[in-house]
Nanobody
Framework: QVQLVESGGGLVQPGGSLRLSCAAS????????TAWFRQAPGKERQFVAS????????YYEDSVKGRFTGSRDNAKSAVYLQMNSLKPEDTAVYYC?????????????????WGQGTQVTVSS
């Protein structure tokens, strides 16, 4: 079992940066793949980034490549999403997700554990 709690969201101007954090509980966190998803009002939940269990491998949705960086610190049972050059279209609730196994894909239904979400608003 893994419990996830996101933090770090907020209001930022276009071009600005935010760093989201996801604190995980559970002694076997290092055996779980993690991912970030987001959901804008009236839209389906969208894949943003995945991070392998050891943090070595990452994969990004095309629109965030080069702007967002996913990472994790297994010693702290934490996952991060550094978001730079933010755009208004990045506005959404961002969710941290986890699944057992080392690698995760882009589909939300692959992930069994979810945080409550944190709001990111990009606006001038």
């Amino acid at each position: 079992q893994v419990q996830l709690v996101e933090s770090g969201g907020g209001l930022v101007q276009p071009g600005g940066s935010l760093r989201l954090s996801c604190a995980a509980s559970g002694r076997t966190f290092s055996t779980y793949a993690t991912a970030w998803f987001r959901q804008a009002p009236g839209k389906e939940r969208q894949f943003v980034a995945s991070i392998s269990c050891g943090g070595r491998y990452t994969y990004y949705e095309d629109s965030v490549k080069g702007r967002f960086t996913g990472s994790r610190d297994n010693a702290k049972s934490a996952v991060y999403l550094q978001m730079n050059s933010l755009k208004p279209e990045d506005t959404a609730v961002y969710y941290c997700a986890a699944k057992s196994g080392c690698y995760g894909g882009v589909r939300a239904n692959e992930y069994h554990y979810w945080g409550q979400g944190t709001q990111v608003t990009v606006s001038s």
